[in-house]
């Protein structure tokens, strides 16, 4: 009787059921798709932000000191020591292999211009497709310094082809086609270069036509390095000298930029990596600030869902005090009433929480696609969740209502008395 | 109206003059109080409707401001260099401060090559170092330099010159200061091959006047790109550009942010409606006696829809009103929790509140009458 009570308030009150189920729906999407671009949103504004700028930079450990001023180098170019190119590709072979979202080698070289001017020539990767173990992938200036602006063509990194900065390409008067003696040889310049640093006044090559020139192959002055982050805390400051193996292996597993730059350091011989504090400090700062704001209007979206979804339940059961009234005057316990009540609801919240859930993923989907053309990771395990959730909030939200109803007396309800 | 026998003719005159004003004001209030409880739901979920659209409102029209003050800790956005690395006149650092205006900060800068005791190349700045520190928050300094003579070597510099914090000679066209070492920096990048000395030190030893000046203007791009502009009519000597990676990545991130936000708050105020629709709708439909029987006695359809909006509507004012003053309260407790800072009110945003409401109300109230005016009234009295 119980169940045919239940099936049958389904088959015959379809337009209510459809109603609250709506709100159900819509209440339980929204929550899902905001918990999801909240858990989500510090990975992807941590990549934009990767792709903007390195935050490590690798230099030789026996360097001399650079002699830079404005980003200009006045050191002679044989000076001091070297990376080896090839121990490049070993990087994704570290432990935090997949934080690693780009990084780029830079072998700055002092040249001349046929008519004799001495200029200087950038040797990096633009966009340097490798293969290490069974992983592919491509790296360069492209992806790690999304500020700098090409008019015309990146060069092949293969090629020998080169970028011109915007201010001496004004100067020399070259455009892009054009063939620039450098070094006493010939290349073709695929495109001006704009960046509003040192290099609008360089030339930048592929490393390999830097290092031709140098006369050293395999030869990398720095590498600056893009690596996703875990915010410094006291853990992340400590000396790894200091530690006891099982706290090293604690820290050396979570991928603070202290620990990323200890591994590359292992992994690329005779090397110092160091943070670049004025990238990794302040982006810190700004990521704590705007997933704390997504946090915080996750809650409200919470507090908004599960108002709806409440308000929805006790408009619902508001409507049906005449057919309460029928069932306490045919004998029907408070219980048993508020039993077929709840019963109702938590099929409700079951199917509208099934059908938020996937609602609520094609949403956070479309958010993440329209804003970080990427996709919105969800784990799984907020499923369950979410479903405990739409159950609590529809039983909280139905129970007063129920109570309301049980308690009403049904001669009034009957005659319509409300 | 004629429940109060000893009243004067005059006031039951008065009162049948305009009856219709008053009969409709005493309907409205009658009807919220005497059913308190529907019609403080009903007003609890305009309330919160209300709440949490104003402060959606207030953080997405703040949150920039906010953040942006945040990337300020990048350091400079605009820098001011002599043409081909001439210094600057000496009037630069004044002339680009009255520009600027107070909006930022602006910090000078002088370069030389300076030689070691044993001949080594050293860049050695001169700067002044309170501006500094505010300019570059990131810098990790272990002390900073208070008296004359005193140097902030950088870290890479500091194992070459003067490892064991001793005082050390720096040599520079013949001229040479002996300084000693009162903290050491570390900053990941150039600055850390570097010896800083106060500006007064700096031009005593070396006569080299300042040849950059770094600047952190606030304020929105617009902002900031007119101050560049004011910059560089006021040093005309000097070559004035934007630090464009910090820029673009400051514009590119607020971008990213503020259509995430945009795209939640959206969200949000759609379920606040919803919340609201199905309360308001639930409302009305238990009114279905009181829609009867004025229908009953003769009212015009024209005079019940006018009842019914007015007092969605009056719902949607007051629910907006207490609304907005919590929803403000919200944002300023979000402000203070998440970016330490006030959020300002913005009181730009009660209209557009005002007016969201009291839409939302007459649509939630109209759905369900157009549902009763086709009942009878007969049917609704009779309770079927």
């Not at chain 1, 997933?291 to 408009?315: D, E, Q, R």
Request: contains cysteine; positive net charge.
């Amino acid at each position: 009787m119980f169940f045919r009570l239940v099936y049958e308030s389904f088959r015959r009150q379809k337009r209510r059921k459809l109603l609250a189920g709506i709100a159900i729906v819509l209440g339980v999407a929204v929550a899902t798709a905001m918990i999801a671009i909240a858990t989500d949103i510090g990975d992807k504004i941590n990549r934009e932000m990767r792709t903007y700028r390195a935050n490590l930079l690798v230099t030789p450990q026996a360097d001399t000191l650079d002699v830079e001023i404005g980003g200009v180098n006045l050191k002679p170019p044989s000076d001091g020591a070297f990376l080896d190119e090839a121990d490049l590709p070993k990087i994704k072979g570290m432990f935090w292999r997949h934080n690693i979202v780009g990084f780029a080698p830079m072998l700055p070289v002092t040249t001349h211009l046929n008519n004799g001017s001495a200029v200087t020539l950038l040797g990096t990767y633009f966009a340097k497709p490798f293969s290490f173990g069974k992983e592919d992938f491509v790296t360069g200036v492209r992806s790690t310094n999304g500020w700098w602006k090409v008019d015309g063509e990146w060069p092949r990194d293969d090629a020998s082809d080169v970028l011109i900065g915007q201010r001496l390409a004004a100067n020399l008067h070259v455009k892009r086609g054009d063939t620039l003696t450098v070094g006493g040889e010939q290349h073709r310049v695929s495109g001006i270069l704009s960046t509003g640093d040192a290099e609008d006044d360089e030339v930048v090559a592929p490393l390999a036509v830097a290092q031709r020139i140098l006369g050293r192959p395999g030869a990398v002055r720095r590498l600056y390095v893009s690596a996703l982050t875990k915010p410094e805390d006291a853990l992340a400051r400590r000396d790894p000298k200091s530690m006891n193996p099982e706290l090293f292996d604690r820290w050396y597993c979570s991928p603070y930029v202290q620990s990323i730059a200890y591994q590359l350091q292992e992994t690329i011989s005779h090397s110092h990596a160091e943070q670049i504090r004025q990238v990794e400090q302040t982006e810190g700062n700004v990521l704590a600030r705007i997933k704390g704001l997504m946090l915080l209007v996750t809650l409200a979206a919470l507090f908004a869902s599960a108002l709806a979804v409440s308000a929805a339940m006790a408009t619902a059961i508001f409507e049906r005090r005449a057919e309460v009234g029928l069932m306490k005057a045919l004998g029907g316990a408070n219980a048993s009433i508020a039993a077929l009540f709840f019963t109702e609801a938590a099929i409700l919240a079951v199917l509208g929480g099934a059908a938020g859930y996937g609602a609520g993923l094609i949403l956070a989907r479309q958010i993440g696609r329209a804003i970080f053309d990427s996709d919105i990771s969800i784990q799984p395990v907020l499923f369950p969740i979410i479903l405990v959730i739409a159950v609590v909030v529809t039983f909280a939200g139905s129970a007063a209502a129920i109570r309301k109803a049980v308690l009403f007396d049904p001669v009034f309800a009957l005659r319509g008395e409300a | 109206m004629s429940s109060f026998p000893h009243e004067p003719a005059e006031v039951v005159a008065r009162r049948a003059g305009k009856p219709h004003t008053s009969m409709f004001l005493r309907m409205l209030i009658r009807a919220a109080v005497l059913r308190r409880g529907r019609a403080a739901s009903a007003l609890l979920a305009m309330i919160v409707a209300s709440a949490v659209a104003t402060a959606m409102l207030n953080l997405y029209t703040d949150v920039q401001a906010k953040l942006r003050k945040e990337f300020r800790n990048y350091g400079a956005n605009i820098v001011v260099i002599g043409r081909d690395g001439a210094s600057l006149p000496g009037s630069a650092l004044v002339e680009t401060e009255s520009a600027l205006g107070g909006r930022g900060i602006a910090v000078p800068f002088a370069y030389v090559v300076a030689r070691t005791s044993d001949g080594q190349s050293i860049v050695v700045a001169g700067t002044d170092f309170d501006r500094v520190r505010k300019l570059n928050s990131w810098w990790s300094v272990t002390n900073w330099p208070a008296n004359s003579n005193e140097a902030l070597v950088g870290a890479r510099a500091a194992a070459v010159v003067s490892p064991k914090g001793q005082a050390f000679d720096l040599t520079f066209q013949g001229h040479t200061i002996r300084v000693s070492p009162a903290g050491t920096l570390r900053t990941g990048a150039a600055e850390d091959s570097r010896i800083y000395l106060s500006l007064a030190n700096f031009e005593g030893w070396s006569g080299v006047q300042p040849s950059t000046i770094e600047i952190a203007a606030t304020g929105s791009p617009e902002e900031v790109s007119e101050s560049l502009q004011r910059i560089a009519q006021a040093v005309p000597e000097a070559e004035v550009k934007p630090v464009r990676q910090v820029m673009e990545a400051e514009a590119h991130i607020l971008g990213k942010t503020r259509a995430a936000l945009l795209a939640s708050c959206s969200l949000i105020i759609l379920t606040a409606a919803l919340c609201v629709l199905s309360t308001l709708m639930g409302w009305v439909l238990d009114r279905r006696r009181d829609f009867a029987i004025m229908k009953a006695l003769g009212a015009s359809g024209r005079l019940l829809n006018g009842f019914f909006a007015a007092e969605a509507a009056s719902l949607g004012v007051v629910g907006a009103v207490i609304g907005f003053v919590i929803g403000i309260g919200i944002a300023i407790w979000i402000g203070r929790v998440n970016f330490h800072a006030p959020v300002v009110p913005r009181f730009g945003v009660l209209p557009i509140v005002l007016l969201g409401s009291v839409v939302v109300a007459l649509l939630s109230a109209a759905l369900p009458i157009s549902v009763l005016r086709r009942v009878e009234p007969a049917m609704i009295l009779r309770g079927e």
